[in-house]
């Protein structure tokens, strides 16, 4: 993932948290914000330390990146995405990781097609 398509910065984090909307399931946990000015979408990850060791929170934040990437065409911008991991991911496989990030998606009009597939 492209560094322009990142989220870095504690108080980027921080300002998306306040102002923005969220939205969960039993995995994940979105913040959403749009930002008019913005012409691509950035994302930030938060995988916490209760979830496991860092070879697990690597693993999780690696799934999700790749799902973004090939989510990238279908994500309506500009918006910037938080998605924070909840405990059950460390036993999901990228197939089941996607497939929760692409519902969240779905579920709040981020994407740009009509399929939740």
């Known amino acids: 993932m492209k560094k322009r398509f990142r989220i870095k910065k ?4 921080q300002f998306v948290f306040r102002k923005g909307k969220s939205f969960a399931n039993r995995q994940l946990v979105i913040y959403y914000l749009e ?3 913005q012409d ?6 938060s995988v916490g ?5 860092a070879v697990t929170r690597n693993r999780i934040k690696r799934y999700l990146r790749q799902a973004f ?3 990238e065409d279908n994500i309506k911008y500009p ?3 938080v998605i924070i991991a909840r405990n059950q991911t460390k036993n999901m496989e990228y197939e089941a990781v996607k497939k929760s990030l ?3 998606l779905y579920k709040q009009k981020l ?7």
């Open 49 to 53: 330390k209760k979830i496991g060791n």
């Open 10 to 13: 504690n108080e980027d984090f």
């Open 35 to 37: 930002k008019p000015g």
């Open 102 to 104: 692409n519902h969240l």
């Open 79 to 81: 918006h910037d995405i």
């Open 40 to 45: 691509h979408f950035r994302i930030g990850l």
């Open 69 to 71: 990437q090939e989510l």
């Open 111 to 117: 994407l740009k097609n009509i399929s939740s597939k």
